[in-house]
């Protein structure tokens, strides 16, 4: 029970398809206690059953774009838990016509919505939860390649992510002034809610297939597994890394 004791805020559980979803479900499997969070009422309904079938402690409310939400749901949770030892990062999101064709064409209001939705919201809920943090807590994010090579139709959702990856290496010194660690989860491509809107996926699963290392795609598994590891305390002097499980994919020049 590598997480046994620790109490985990999971953000951005879509449905059982999702990374945060088997991320929550290897914390509960080892020791730890989860809550959830939900942006509106209909993310309520899926998250609802996710949450009781998981041992999920409770639920709450809380769009990360709103700061007023946000400071409501660190009061919550701090009347529900004496302390919060891992925060789990799984929100993005971007327009779909802005995922498409070239990036130069971006619209001002997209480029602003998903680096809001995808970056800013760690760190606004990094600055709202490091007054629970406890010594030794964990904060994750979950990135993509995108972030660091043009992918097909990512656009500014790689964008976003790299700006993801460089808030996680300034968040780590901010919040290592109180032990607690800030790292980057670079899953390869998945068959996720998310990726389902992002055209030519089924070339991108193949194209990892045949030129990663260890030839074959990753599964939610794969990346909960680096996430428990993140968790717990065997992770004690790893912070403000990127680190990949994509099968190797990412070592590949030609």
Known sequence: MLLAGKKALIFGVAND?????????????????????????AIQKRVEPISQELGGEFIFPCDVTKDDEITKAAELVAQKWEGVDILVHS?????????????????????ALALDVSCYSLVALCKAFEP???EGGSVMALSYYGAEKVIPNYNVMGVAKAALEASVRYLS?????RGV??????AGPLKTLASSGISGMKQIFKHVEERAP????????????????????????????TIYVDAGYNIMGM
């Open 132 to 134: 629970q943090m406890s």
């Open 214 to 241: 260890l030839k074959r795609n990753v599964t939610q598994e794969d990346a909960a597994g680096l996430a428990l590891f993140l968790g717990s305390e065997f992770s004690t002097c790893i912070t403000g890394e």
């Open 91 to 111: 929100v993005a999101f971007a327009n779909r016509e802005d995922l498409a064709g070239r990036y130069v064409e971006t619209s001002r209001a997209g480029f």
């Open 17 to 41: 398809r999702s990374i945060a979803y088997a991320i929550a479900k290897i914390f509960k499997d080892n020791g730890a206690a989860v809550a959830f969070n939900y942006v509106n009422d």
């Open 181 to 186: 660690r800030v790292n980057a989860i670079s």
């Open 173 to 177: 010194v901010d919040m290592g002034a």
